[in-house]
């Protein structure tokens, strides 16, 4: 081998070592280390996911513990009375009377977290007085939420009925909490208040009362026409149901003579407009004539084997015919025997 060749051998040999010296760098040295920088950046992305969660969890317990303070107790039967006895207050604090007023329980429904109770509310009264009504439930410390709200003429200028839900949240399960007395930031004195007055005396809810009819003219002896008797019983369509509250667990039914002016009581088994009055009807159900209105309360009455209704609120004449699956569980028992 002269010397030419053995230059070219060693060049090739160095060519060659250089090569392997690389392939055994990078199978060594350099993947191991990408291999590493990779799970680094893995750990730190799992790392960093903790953390969000951890701080997410954080936040979660704190705003859980902020309205746990604000919930009127941790079970459900407990915040069921305790929110019961402050709406009962409200009313009374507004100006209106108990009596006039029926509060139904809504719930419990289970959400995520929580549970829902609540208290379906309908009465009349002044209109002033169901803005002071509505304005101390909207600005109440407590948690709670007022939907559903409806308002329509009463029986007299200045008085509406008034409908709605008032909803709350126990929490499941309740974190540990010191509770404090709550204090509401806005009372009936306050000037968000007062700027609702206009409502109170532009009295947009004012009713149309028909007027009476005029006394009936002297017609010959003999001569019957319609109202012409004395102590003619007054017509269905004014005889309206005022009310359907309930008073110590029995239901009582108000209904307004609105021409004399004049307002009787009655209980379930007192005979009206032809029959026999059988219940008090408390579900929440659809009320005729109206869209997207909901109603809390009706009359129900028994005449032979039918059974007739009137919403709360409505006249004598509008008494309908109730189908069987319109029926309460026990009347519909009976219809069904």
């Known amino acids: 081998m002269n010397a030419r060749e053995k230059v070219l051998a060693m060049a090739v040999g160095g060519l060659v070592c250089l090569f392997g010296g690389g392939l055994g760098l990078n199978f060594f040295i350099t993947k191991p280390l990408k291999e590493m ?201 004014v005889l309206r149901v005022v009310s359907l509250s309930e008073w110590q667990g029995q239901p009582e039914v108000h209904i307004r003579d609105t021409v004399r002016e004049k307002t009787f009581r009655y209980k379930p088994g007192d005979e009206l407009a032809g029959g026999v009055i059988q219940m008090v009807d408390y579900r929440p159900m659809k009320q005729p004539g109206g869209a997207d209105l909901q109603s809390f309360s009706r009359l129900i009455l028994r005449r032979g084997a039918e059974y007739w209704t009137v919403e709360h609120g409505q006249t004598l004449a509008d008494l309908r015919l109730m189908e069987p699956d319109q029926l309460p569980a026990p009347l519909r028992a009976t219809v069904q025997r």
Do not use: C
Not at 150 to 160: E, F, M, Q
Not at 214 to 227: C, E, I, T, V
């Open 37 to 237: 920088d990779k799970r680094i950046v893995s750990a730190r992305g799992r790392l960093e996911k903790i953390n969000t969660e951890r701080r997410n969890y954080f936040s979660a317990e704190d705003q859980m513990k902020a309205f746990t303070k604000l919930a009127f107790a941790d079970t459900v039967d407990e915040a069921s009375a305790r929110s019961g006895e402050l709406l009962t207050k409200q009313i009374i604090q507004s100006g209106l009377r108990e009596a006039n007023f029926t509060r139904l329980p809504v719930g419990p429904r289970k959400i995520r977290g929580a549970s829902e109770i609540g208290w379906n509310v309908q009465g009349d009264g002044p209109l002033g007085s169901v803005v002071n009504l509505l304005f101390l439930l909207q600005h109440a410390p407590n948690l709670q939420r007022v939907e559903n709200v409806t308002l329509s003429n009463g029986d007299a200028p200045g008085v509406v009925r008034v409908r709605f839900r008032v909803l709350t949240l126990v929490m499941e399960p309740a974190p540990d909490v010191e509770r404090k007395p709550l204090m509401a930031k806005m009372g009936l004195g306050s000037e968000e208040r007062k700027r609702l007055d206009m409502i109170v005396e532009r009295d947009i809810l004012r009713p149309y009362i028909k007027r009476p009819p005029p006394p009936p003219a002297k017609g010959k002896p003999g001569d019957g026409g319609p109202g012409s008797g004395p102590g003619k019983p007054p017509g269905p369509e």
